[in-house]
């Protein structure tokens, strides 16, 4: 069965700190890990695809990255904007994602 | 841009009665998806499609049925209402195994 695991639950940071948020996965065959923002009550919104280890992406301050068995999150300089959860998923050998419980991150002014 | 809407953000149905959720994609995608959203339990894939009228059982599929007439609208079912089945309600659709866009979210409340 597939797993994602991330971590840690909760991050509080003030604003310009800069911070990684983890995905641990497993998964026979992957396809694809995405990357999601959600904001209280609302569905959630796509930020990355990424398909073979080693390979990164970029939007504005967030940075993803990719492993063998994790994914990496990496918050530069971040502002209260930023402040949401950000969810992981993983998709296998069908069209299935299986998502993690999400990492809550607050930033503070 | 990707656009997938819900035909309600907030809903309040009683114990018993037939609720229906509808979602509309303008990306001719496709794959549509059904999931649900509760706190400390993420989501979880109700039901899938991948082609107009067809459909297949995601995780946590009893208590639901889904319809697919038409490639652009997907609807949950929900026969009879129970109170364990208020929750956040998520649609989602993609173009065949790639990225799975969502819609804003329906909050529905059985009391």
């Known amino acids: 069965e597939d797993q994602v695991t991330q971590s840690p639950e909760a991050l509080r940071l003030q604003e310009g700190e800069s911070s990684s948020l983890n995905c641990s996965y497993t998964?026979?065959?992957?396809?694809?890990l995405f990357w999601y923002r959600q904001d209280p009550g609302k569905g959630p919104e796509f930020l990355f695809t990424?398909?073979?280890a080693g390979e990164e992406k970029e939007k504005e301050r967030l940075k993803a990255t990719l492993t063998k068995k994790e994914s990496f999150l990496h918050i530069t300089a971040p502002k209260p904007e930023d402040s949401a959860t950000y969810l992981c998923a993983v998709q296998a050998d069908d069209y299935k994602l299986s998502f993690g419980a999400g990492t809550t991150v607050t930033v503070r002014a | 841009d990707v656009k997938v809407t819900q035909s309600s953000r907030y809903l309040v149905k009683r114990t018993g009665e037939k609720v229906f959720l509808e979602c509309v994609q303008d990306m001719d995608h496709e794959n549509m998806f059904w999931y649900r959203q509760d706190p400390g339990l993420g989501l979880r894939l109700i039901y899938f499609?991948?082609?107009?009228?067809?459909?297949e059982k995601g995780d946590i599929p009893e208590g639901y049925s889904v319809s697919r007439e038409k490639k652009e609208r997907f609807s949950l079912i929900l026969e009879s209402a129970s109170t364990n089945q208020t929750s956040m309600y998520l649609c989602?659709?993609?173009?065949?195994?790639?990225?799975?866009?969502f819609g804003p979210g329906t909050r529905l409340t059985v009391t």
């Open positions: 990424l398909y073979s």
């Open positions: 989602a659709s993609s173009l065949l195994d790639r990225t799975q866009y």
């Open positions: 499609s991948y082609d107009v009228k067809m459909k």
């Open positions: 998964v026979s065959g992957l396809r694809g």
